[in-house]
């Protein structure tokens, strides 16, 4: 009302009654902006917190467990978003990807990274009492870099389908960042003194020695993204000409910070908080990279010839192994002779850590449909008469007839398409849809889907003859990207329910029957004589 007022006259009459813009008709649009926006909303609890930490006189670990959940709802809710818009951009765009390295796509995505390494910072502090300048940092700085997002979606300095026009409002969010980013900075600096680690890091192979470096791995890919993103009004601004960064850079830097992040991954199971992994478990750590390398192999004889197909393939079946091992011992430590109740018994006492490893999991998917629809995608343009045939890709594609065909609201031209493969036959319909009162085409794609993969056709133009220009696509392994989402979401959100009681009274139960040092009680006598009543030794 103060920047940008809605009820300002306006110097031209528009046309009332256009309804929503075609492209955003689709079922994950109509929730993907207002999803992703509570996502930006929610870290402002996290960084209210942090500030309100650096006010108190003891700076004590308590925020945490306040910042926790809703840095986890937080998290969860922005995934979500990101999730419906990649999924809206791969069916209603019609090019065939899902992520495209749009700067409003990038503002999305920057504090979801450093929301990540929030979560793992705050676990830290609380297990180990550490990285605690870098838990309150990310805590105020993931909200500001929301702001930040909203101001590249409102600024109007970048030219983007996702971005609004020209606005004042996104200068002010600029201007919040930078507001949120000083106090920061100052309140920081006055208790830095608070701020210093209370637990050293007794082991480079510990639990808490990988989160530091996943953390730094994930600010680093935070810092890519962000350059990336600005470098057009950068290059405009110093250089006085367009430079755009596209997806073979962001591929070229990131896919190395990636692997780096899924093999810190596949280790974390078998790995201890504040000390270095036991005889047993370097042997099932060893045991399960050899296990890895036996699947890898299987993957070379399978036809996988690219390093990054290859690397992938190696730690994401460790991340399996390793979490399926880690289980192992734990049931068959707390019933030898019924591995399934042990199973089931440690899942309900640990809940939270195994709700962490099912998101590791998650993100293991993710990396393999990100990799197979990256690296072995085929491409193909064919312009087709009806009853023409084509072999490609394992398919035998066959081009029925054209339809063309008046709704209420719009015009339809669509292209049948009979398709045969090992699976069996089965019809597509890619079509091109020209809604009246809008008067603009949309592309509408078909897709088959199975777990090899995605057939994605699109047309391009039907003539009066009949005729067709298609574009055929073969996305390998796409289901796993969806599954991937599904599973971080199934996995964050078991970890957000709270922990009952009955499963803190197991786990007090369980540590009063584990083995501790008790010590003799020693006769008043011989305590006198010895002038201490300190215990002379110990016995199990």
């Known amino acids: 009302v103060f920047a940008a007022d809605p009820m300002q006259a306006s110097v031209t009459t528009t046309r009332e009654g256009v309804g929503l813009s075609p492209l955003l008709q689709h079922p994950a649009m109509m929730i993907h902006p207002p999803i992703v926006f509570a996502g930006y909303s929610l870290w402002a609890a996290p960084c209210a917190l942090a500030f309100a930490a650096l006010r ?10 306040l910042a926790r959940p809703w840095a986890l709802v937080a998290w969860l809710t922005l995934g979500v978003g990101i999730l419906l818009g990649a999924n809206w951009a791969y069916e209603e765009l019609g090019w065939g990807g899902y992520w495209g390295w749009d700067p409003v796509e990038n503002g999305s995505l920057m504090p979801w990274l450093t929301g990540s390494a929030l979560i793992h910072a705050l676990m830290v502090w609380r297990k180990r ?17 929301c702001n930040f997002a909203t101001f590249l979606t409102r600024s109007g300095i970048f030219s983007s389908l996702h971005a609004f026009s020209e606005s004042p409002i996104g200068w002010m969010f600029l201007a919040l960042m930078a507001l949120l980013v000083i106090a920061g900075l100052i309140l920081g600096a006055s208790r830095r003194e608070s701020l210093v680690a209370t637990g050293a890091m007794r082991s480079l192979v510990a639990r808490e020695t990988l989160i ?17 993103t600005l470098s057009l009004p950068l290059s405009m601004y110093v250089f006085d000409r367009q430079g755009v960064v596209g997806a073979p850079f962001y591929n070229a830097v990131l896919t190395p910070i990636g692997l780096s992040l899924l093999a810190v991954t596949a280790a974390v199971p078998l790995l201890r908080w504040g000390a270095a992994p036991t005889p047993s478990q370097r042997k099932m750590l060893m ?41 192992v011992q734990e049931a068959m430590a707390k019933f030898p002779h019924r591995p399934l109740l042990g199973a089931m018994r440690t ?16 993100f293991v998917c993710l990396a393999i449909g990100i990799t197979g629809s990256s690296l072995a995608t085929q491409r193909r343009e064919a312009e087709m008469r009806p009853g023409d045939s084509l072999r490609w890709a394992n398919r035998e594609i066959r081009f029925v007839k054209l339809h063309q065909r008046e709704l209420d609201d719009k015009f339809v031209v669509e292209a049948e398409l009979e398709i045969a493969d090992e699976a069996g036959v089965y019809r597509l319909r890619p079509a091109r ?9 949309t592309t509408e794609v078909a897709i088959h889907s199975d777990w090899s993969g995605d057939f994605y056709t699109i ?30 979401i199934c996995g964050a959100t078991l970890s957000l329910i709270p922990v009952s009681k009955t499963t803190d009274v197991a786990t007090r139960e369980e540590k009063l029957r584990s083995p501790i040092k008790r010590p003799h009680i020693l006769d008043h006598n011989q305590a006198a004589q010895e002038g201490s009543r300190q215990p002379m030794h110990s016995r199990r």
Do not use: C
Request: charge should be positive.
């Open 56 to 65: 108190q006189t003891n700076l004590n670990p308590q925020w945490t467990m």
């Open 129 to 145: 009492g550490g990285m605690k300048k870098t838990a309150v940092s990310l805590a105020i700085g993931t909200f500001a870099l």
């Open 212 to 228: 530091v470096i996943a953390t730094g791995l994930l600010l680093l890919l935070t810092a890519v993204v962000l350059m990336g």
């Open 287 to 327: 045991a399960s990279a050899a296990a890895a390398l036996a699947l890898t192999g299987m993957a070379v004889l399978l036809g996988v010839r690219q390093w990054q197909g290859l690397a992938v393939t190696a730690l994401s079946a460790m991340t399996v192994i390793t979490f399926v091992v880690a289980l």
């Open 347 to 362: 899942l309900r006492e640990k809940r939270r850590a195994y709700a962490g490893y099912i998101i590791h999991l998650g």
């Open 433 to 441: 849809h020209q809604y009246r009162l809008q008067e603009q085409w």
């Open 459 to 488: 047309l391009q133009y039907g003539d009066t003859s009949g005729a067709v220009s298609l574009t055929l696509i073969d996305n390998p392994l796409m289901r796993f990207v969806w599954l991937g989402g599904l599973i971080t």
